[in-house]
């Protein structure tokens, strides 16, 4: 109680100072001096507070930035950023946030698509977590517990660290955060076998808008089930997740086979739709498409990428590759034996890395450039011929020359989960999804609005292909084009247009938990998810 006391005055007196300082009045080194004649805590405070005027701000701030488009001069900036390392820091942050009228916008990886958890359009700060992220990992037990600031590259190495045979139903990607990743549901290389890291994820720490530390028991089952898939910044702050470990084999398999229009690929994609979701749940087939220059004659052609990890050897693989999809005519040569922990490596591009680059916060997704917009379909029967051909014509326009589609296969366990198990609902029904990037570099960033058109006019022809009703998209691909809350009062009927799209009916049960947890509406953003007023 007294470290809480201390943190919350410490706190009090640097956003009082903050709040007089946007006014033009104290600069940080009046206020930090402050905090020196008024506490024994100065250092420790100094070291996780930083204002505008802090010569660390700008690399605080940056540092897990990943989509450079909400990284301009126009960009809006917080207050103040604070980087909690211990839990009285967060009660503090919360109490006098709420005091003073700013509003919190929570970071673990940074890999918000968007940039909602370090943007807002009213006086804010920022909760960074990067200095709470301890993994710690019981094999004996089969789970770990993980503080929200760790990223999915920290839990692998420490859980491979000490056994080769266990794993987290992660991403692919090793930077992303793991608390994010959870918030949305979370899905990578084994969730046809094991399900969505929501799924997966059995116990949690979490602070509420009164400051209380909550965990599954005292939280309830339906704030529990909120904070495994209904959208990240609504209800509060998780602290820290207590993840369910799968077992995984010694030995994986790993596979990349491409193919250009010239060589089948239409009809490579369109056999592939008809069987991937039927795969064995120990695989997880992607095909990845995007504009390459011809080698025959130079001219611009579709290049599809059909890849999968295999929970087994490559004596196990084939002959299931033979029966089910001969057409594709996988080969040993096309496979790679390896760790499981070495297909992390393998599908970020580090092959022959050491696995300490797991720990490496600051990676960028080897999908992608630095400016990219990304948004998401599901996909409920087969694309016809005519339909691919027509998104294969538009992938050859001059704004998509860094543009890439996957299509990630469903099925397997996801089929046998109810839609309602936890709020991310796209289960049983759904062949595929389908994940668009349109990226560009930073000297055509000047540009950025014509691929910003671009994908949209893709993502229209798209229309009748894909979910209908309600046109179903993945929360953690951020998308404000389907629908954006106002930036004070958000009503149920405007939230229900986006919301729908990512929670189908889960939404109205996260607006009654929303409504109990956090009846104010403290903390919101342009998706989050509104109380009934």
């Not at 929501?198 to 939280?219: E, P, T």
Request: charged share 20%; glycine share 8%; proline share 4%.
């Amino acid at each position: 109680m007294k470290s809480l006391q201390l943190s919350m005055l410490l706190l009090s007196l640097v956003l009082a100072a903050l709040l007089s300082f946007s006014m033009g009045a104290l600069p940080h080194e009046d206020f930090l001096q402050c905090l020196s004649l008024r506490s024994n805590d100065s250092s420790t405070i100094s070291s996780v507070i930083y204002t505008r005027n802090n010569p660390s701000y700008s690399t605080v701030l940056e540092f897990t930035i990943r989509n450079l488009r909400f990284n301009s001069t126009n960009t809006p900036k917080p207050l103040v950023i604070v980087t909690p390392s211990r839990t009285s820091h967060f009660q503090a942050t919360i109490y006098y946030s709420r005091k003073h009228g700013l509003q919190i916008r929570t970071r673990s990886g940074g890999h918000d698509y968007k940039g909602l958890s370090y943007i807002a359009k009213v006086p804010f700060v920022v909760v960074d977590l990067v200095n709470f992220r301890s993994v710690d990992v019981d094999v004996e037990n089969r789970v770990a517990w993980v503080q929200a600031g760790a990223i999915l590259g920290e839990v692998y190495y420490r859980i491979a660290k000490k056994s080769r045979t266990l794993s987290f139903a992660g991403g692919v990607f090793h930077s992303i955060g793991v608390s994010g990743f959870i918030s949305g549901g979370g899905f990578g290389l084994l969730f046809r076998k094991y399900g969505t890291g929501g799924d997966n994820a059995i116990d949690a720490q979490f602070i509420d808008v009164n400051g209380r530390i909550l965990d599954r028991k005292s939280m309830g089952e339906d704030l529990f089930w909120a904070i495994r898939g209904g959208g990240g910044g609504s209800f509060g702050i998780v602290l820290a997740r207590k993840l369910k470990l799968v077992p995984v084999p010694a030995t994986v398999t790993v596979f990349s086979v491409s193919r250009t229009l010239e060589q089948n690929a239409t009809q490579l994609i369109l056999r592939w739709q008809e069987i991937a979701h039927q795969l064995p749940d120990e695989m997880n087939p992607d095909v990845s498409m995007f504009s390459v220059n011809s080698t025959q004659d130079g001219r611009k052609t579709i290049l599809a990428s059909f890849s999968s990890l295999f929970l087994g050897t490559i004596d196990e693989l084939l002959p299931i590759m033979q029966q089910r999809f001969p057409e594709l005519g996988l080969s040993r040569q096309d496979c790679s034996e390896i760790s499981w922990i070495e297909s992390i490596l393998y599908f970020n591009q580090l092959q022959n890395q050491p696995l300490e680059i797991l720990l490496n916060r600051t990676f960028r997704n080897p999908v992608g450039g630095q400016y990219y917009k990304i948004k998401s379909d599901y996909v409920k029967v087969p694309i016809s011929e005519t339909a691919l051909n027509g998104l294969f014509s538009r992938l050859s326009d001059e704004e998509a020359s860094s543009v890439i589609i996957i299509f990630m296969a469903y099925g397997g366990i996801m089929d046998r989960i109810p839609e309602d198990a936890t709020p991310f609902p796209h289960r049983a029904g759904n062949l595929y999804k389908i994940y668009y990037n349109v990226n560009w570099q930073e000297q055509d960033n000047v540009n950025s609005q014509k691929y910003i058109d671009w994908s949209r006019k893709v993502y229209n022809y798209m229309t009748p292909f894909v979910s209908k009703s309600s046109r179903e998209a993945y929360a953690n691909y951020r998308d404000l084009d389907i629908g954006s809350n106002n930036v004070g009062i958000t009503s149920y009927t405007q939230a229900i247009v986006w919301g729908r799209k990512y929670f189908k009916n889960n939404f109205d049960r996260l607006v009654q938990v929303k409504t109990k947890i956090d009846p104010e509406n403290f903390f919101k953003h342009e998706q989050s998810i509104p109380p009934l007023h």
